[in-house]
């Protein structure tokens, strides 16, 4: 008899704490569908022709935020960053733009990590004046970018060229700091196989966003 009632306790206890890993589990996931939903109505302001970008952008400087990314041991942009900076170079060259905030990743530590200064010397060899540009080494993430461009440079308009699997997520936090940004898509040869294979980093990175943006 006590067995059998011991069996039972134990059957109850083990279907409370499936019932609370199910409930949790659920609760992820509307979390992260509702981020992706929210984040994702931001894509209207993403410009597909280049020929629109002068339409929006009405204030001087005409500025663009280049989002950082990784670098390698030789101080040079990888390849997704190097898309990003052609595409404002390209952007630049054709004066859609005149000036440019490259903001990422600065190691304050060891020093032998910068993504800003990468950036800007990339630039710069290919023939943007150093006074055009803007290094941002505050800019650790999406929302500390967007937060440095508002606070500190006075940015209240601006062209966000990143990749799109970033995109709409950049929109979302740099136009919930006042900013009237706008979205133009850097296209690597790498894009599809980069975003599949950080889908479940950016499901997280969206929700990061939205608790960021909703207590900041």
């Known amino acids: 008899m006590a067995d059998t009632d011991a069996s039972e306790l134990l059957g109850q206890v083990i279907r409370r704490y499936v019932l609370l890993w199910i ?40 500025t663009a935020i280049v989002f950082g990314s990784a670098i390698n041991p030789e101080g040079q942009p990888r390849s997704v960053l190097r898309e990003r900076l052609d595409t404002a170079h390209a952007l630049y060259e054709t004066g859609v733009i005149n000036q440019v905030i490259v903001s990422g990743y600065k190691d304050t530590v060891l ?12 630039l710069v060899a290919k023939s943007i004046p150093e006074d055009s540009i803007i290094k941002d080494d505050k800019g650790d993430n999406t929302y500390e970018t967007c937060r440095q461009s508002k606070q500190v440079y006075r940015t209240s ?33 790498n894009s599809s196989r980069l975003e599949l294979s950080q889908s479940y980093r950016e499901a997280l990175s969206n929700v990061k966003a939205l608790l960021q943006v909703t207590f900041q």
């Not at 949790?24 to 280049?50: K, M, P």
């Open 23 to 62: 409930m949790a589990f659920v609760c992820v996931v509307l979390v992260i569908a509702y981020a992706y939903v929210t984040i994702g109505s931001y894509h209207e302001y993403v410009i597909e022709d280049a020929d629109r970008i002068s339409d929006v952008l009405r204030d001087e400087p005409k």
């Open 111 to 122: 020093n032998d990590y910068d993504e800003p200064s990468a950036m800007m010397r990339y």
């Open 157 to 189: 308009q601006t062209l966000l060229i990143t990749q799109s699997g970033h995109m709409d997520r950049a929109l979302y936090v740099c136009r919930n700091q006042d900013i009237e940004a706008y979205g133009y898509t850097a296209r690597s040869i």
